[in-house]
């Protein structure tokens, strides 16, 4: 894959993980160890993982990295919600989540079909010898 700088949805996922950053510097500091800390790491796991995927050398690995990414925006979108549920981030600040969260999953799941359609266009080119 390359440089993972050069991924648009890697600077998204950086954004957003940045905004993460600056929303629990809010939250109450008794969530320092719970709800901040589950909001971080699923925030910064977005874009780690592309850049770690970016290294591999299949497009099958590097498609099942972005499922795990996937799975960190909607685990982050959860956290989001619960705080705004809990009255801690307002409606406002969840919205926001909501739609940047929807925009990097979204492109991460386009990239992941694609990966895994060449992927398989790949294997149908190049049947495993007997």
Not at 8 to 32: C, D, I, M, N, S
Not at 59 to 73: P, V
Not at 74 to 83: G, K, S
């Given at each position: 894959?390359?440089?993972?700088?050069?991924?648009?949805?890697?600077?998204?996922?950086?954004?957003?993980?940045?905004?993460?950053?600056?929303?629990?510097?809010?939250?109450?500091?008794?969530?320092?160890?719970?709800?901040?800390?589950?909001?971080?790491?699923?925030?910064?796991?977005?874009?780690?993982?592309?850049?770690?995927?970016?290294?591999?050398?299949?497009?099958?690995?590097?498609?099942?990295?972005?499922?795990?990414?996937?799975?960190?925006?909607?685990?982050?979108?959860?956290?989001?919600?619960?705080?705004?549920?809990?009255?801690?981030?307002?409606?406002?600040?969840d919205q926001q989540a909501?739609?940047?969260?929807?925009?990097?999953?979204?492109?991460?799941?386009?990239?992941?079909?694609?990966?895994?359609?060449?992927?398989?266009?790949?294997?149908?080119?190049?049947?495993?010898?007997?």
């Amino acid at each position: 894959m390359g440089d993972y700088r050069k991924l648009k949805v890697w600077h998204k996922a950086h954004r957003l993980a940045l905004f993460t950053y600056g929303v629990t510097e809010r939250l109450p500091q008794a969530e320092r160890f719970g709800l901040i800390s589950q909001m971080r790491r699923a925030a910064v796991s977005v874009p780690a993982n592309l850049a770690e995927g970016s290294a591999r050398l299949g497009d099958r690995d590097m498609a099942r990295i972005l499922g795990i990414a996937i799975g960190s925006a909607n685990e982050l979108h959860y956290h989001f919600r619960l705080a705004a549920d809990l009255g801690w981030i307002s409606q406002e600040t969840d919205q926001q989540a909501e739609k940047m969260t929807a925009e990097v999953r979204a492109m991460l799941d386009g990239l992941r079909r694609r990966l895994l359609e060449r992927s398989s266009h790949k294997d149908r080119l190049n049947p495993p010898s007997s």
